[in-house]
């Protein structure tokens, strides 16, 4: 069987007496959509966050492609070949849709674009892709909410990510843009980058995801198939609550 290409094991995150991450472990095939569930303050984002570099864990590591990149920094992370989406949108507002993901190109793996055209090259590539072509030259600020959701989602394409890590990339979605944005999460799929995705639209989870693990105050509950987890009496009781039960 294939080494898994992204492993966590034992990872830990204190935040002063708050146990954030309870020794986690955690493995993502290649090519599969794996979703993230839990409730309001599971640990799912921090978890994001000690995976992308942006936060070090207290004990445990995290393994990329065969090589560990524990305590990495996080642009050091995305070299390698791990973008993260933002939960909030992050755009740079008072530049163009286009120089935001063009900064995302300079940014990413190597080898980099050799010099401003190849990178807007790169950037509209990744916003044609997206659905954002027409709106290149607009600023960013004058996306609505689901623009700037796949503004996200593009400026960290434009890096060549293997692994996309989706921090509740359809929150504040209508039906329409839900379903938009799911088909656009295969399409990235469908092209070769493994995705992992935390959620909350369990509908959502059910339909794109080929497994789920469930947190639950900083600790995994359950792994497993989507109906597996999502009928887990533990899932159910912690996450869904005991009137859905």
């Known amino acids: 069987m294939a080494e898994p290409i992204l492993s966590c094991r034992g990872l830990t995150k204190r935040f002063g007496g708050l146990l954030a991450v309870n020794r986690v472990d955690l493995d993502v095939e290649q090519g599969e959509i794996l979703g993230l569930i839990g409730p309001n303050?599971?640990?799912?984002?921090?978890?994001?966050?000690?995976?992308?570099?942006?936060?070090?864990?207290?004990?445990?590591?995290?393994?990329?492609?065969?090589?560990?990149?524990t305590n990495r920094p996080a642009h050091d992370v995305c070299v390698a070949g791990v973008a993260a989406t933002h939960q909030i949108v992050r755009p740079f507002r008072d530049m163009t849709v286009l120089d935001n993901v063009v900064v995302g190109a300079f940014f990413g793996r190597?080898?980099?674009?050799?010099?401003?055209?190849?990178?807007?090259?790169?950037?509209?590539?990744?916003?044609?892709?997206?659905?954002?072509?027409?709106?290149?030259?607009?600023?960013?600020?004058?996306?609505?909410?689901?623009?700037?959701?796949?503004l996200e989602i593009a400026r960290a394409l434009a890096t060549?990510?293997?692994?996309?890590?989706?921090?509740?990339?359809?929150?504040?979605?209508?039906?329409?843009?839900?379903?938009?944005?799911?088909?656009?999460?295969?399409?990235?799929?469908?092209?070769?980058?493994?995705?992992v995705m935390v959620e909350h639209n369990l509908r959502a989870v059910r339909g794109v995801c080929s497994r789920i693990v469930a947190l639950v105050n900083g600790s995994k509950i359950a792994e497993g198939s989507p109906e597996a987890v999502l009928n887990d009496e533990a899932v159910v009781s912690?996450?869904?609550?005991?009137?859905h039960a």
Do not use: W
């Open 41 to 69: 303050g599971a640990g799912k984002s921090t978890l994001f966050r000690l995976i992308a570099g942006i936060m070090h864990p207290n004990a445990g590591t995290v393994t990329f492609g065969g090589h560990r990149i």
């Open 160 to 195: 060549r990510p293997e692994v996309l890590l989706l921090d509740e990339v359809l929150a504040g979605l209508n039906p329409t843009e839900t379903d938009q944005t799911l088909e656009l999460v295969r399409t990235i799929r469908s092209h070769g980058t493994t995705i």
């Open 238 to 243: 912690a996450y869904l609550g005991t009137t």
């Open 110 to 150: 190597r080898p980099r674009p050799h010099g401003p055209a190849a990178a807007r090259e790169a950037a509209l590539a990744a916003l044609r892709f997206c659905g954002l072509e027409g709106r290149a030259h607009s600023d960013a600020r004058t996306l609505n909410l689901s623009g700037q959701k796949r």
